[in-house]
């Protein structure tokens, strides 16, 4: 499983060169479709797989095939474009920019992971689960914000290289408004229906997963609403 899902992140990173580019030219249609594509196909394989057979091999493909999904629809889009051969002056730039990015985000690796480990060293895998379930609801709430995320970085580049800051500053305030009204309310019934969200899409010997759950959606909101300051960070 650990040599498919390997394969799955190999493809995954590789697609994200095209994805990219979608966002920095603020094509967000051909960057979501190519994330749809993957999902639709991907949810087929599973429910094919899911009811031919219970072998953890098989439903660790599904994802490869998303991801191949993935690779492939970002690379034809990406085809359309007139891209040149780097020079060794850009792939210079690009490893001065990248090197420290690279450092920070392995470390970055750590945090969201250890805390698990830790659960498993001193509770048990029961407790792990728990913690888990709580945990990956939360992280819906985060999901919703970055999308607009991803608009912002090059709509800030933009404004920025052409000196406009009163407008940064106020796509700012839009984008906070825009967040508040979306995530504000599913943050809300998250909170509330804390229970029935754990049992029903979860499972009802996890119910103490709502104790995590809650803690999280405040911090998944208020991690969504300083999204456009890290943009612009």
């Known amino acids: 499983v650990i040599y498919l899902m390997l394969i799955y992140f190999i493809s995954n990173n590789l697609a994200t060169i095209g994805a990219q580019t979608f966002v920095g030219r603020v094509e967000t249609a051909?960057?979501?479709?190519s994330i749809l594509a993957a999902a639709f196909i991907q949810l087929l394989a599973t429910i094919i797989v899911a009811y031919s057979t219970n072998d953890p091999y098989w439903l660790s493909i599904t994802f490869i095939i998303g991801a191949f999904t993935n690779f492939f629809f970002s690379f034809m889009l990406l085809s359309r474009y007139p891209i040149k051969k780097p020079t060794y002056k850009m792939m210079k730039s690009y490893f001065i920019f990248a090197l420290p990015i690279f450092?920070?985000?392995?470390?970055?690796?750590?945090?969201?992971?250890?805390?698990?480990?830790?659960?498993q060293l001193f509770l048990n895998a029961d407790a792990v689960a728990i913690y888990k379930g709580g945990h990956v609801?939360?992280?819906?709430?985060i999901q919703v914000s970055m999308g607009l995320g991803m608009i912002l970085f090059p709509v800030f580049s933009s404004l920025k290289s052409k000196g406009k800051d009163k407008q940064i500053v106020d796509v700012i305030y839009r984008s906070e408004r825009l967040i508040a009204i979306v995530v504000g309310p599913i943050s809300a019934m998250l909170f509330a229906l804390a229970i029935p969200v754990v049992t029903i899409l979860g499972d009802s010997i996890y119910r103490e997963s709502?104790?995590?759950l809650q803690p999280l959606v405040l911090w998944a909101f208020m991690r969504s609403m300083i999204t456009p300051y890290k943009k612009l960070i």
């Open 30 to 33: 051909k960057h979501q479709l």
């Open 103 to 119: 450092v920070v985000s392995a470390l970055a690796t750590l945090p969201p992971n250890v805390d698990r480990v830790f659960i």
């Open 137 to 141: 609801f939360s992280q819906y709430i």
């Open 210 to 212: 709502y104790l995590v």
